[in-house]
């Protein structure tokens, strides 16, 4: 299920094409 959820994330962050490790920090 986790690989699930990485991957629906990781689509997402394609299109708007910024890298997951950015998003966090910002989030952070």
């Given at each position: 299920f986790?690989?699930?959820?990485?991957?629906?994330?990781?689509?997402?962050?394609?299109?708007?094409?910024?890298?997951?490790?950015?998003?966090?920090?910002?989030?952070?």
């Amino acid at each position: 299920f986790e690989r699930f959820l990485e991957n629906r994330m990781r689509q997402q962050f394609d299109l708007t094409g910024t890298p997951i490790e950015l998003r966090f920090k910002k989030k952070d």
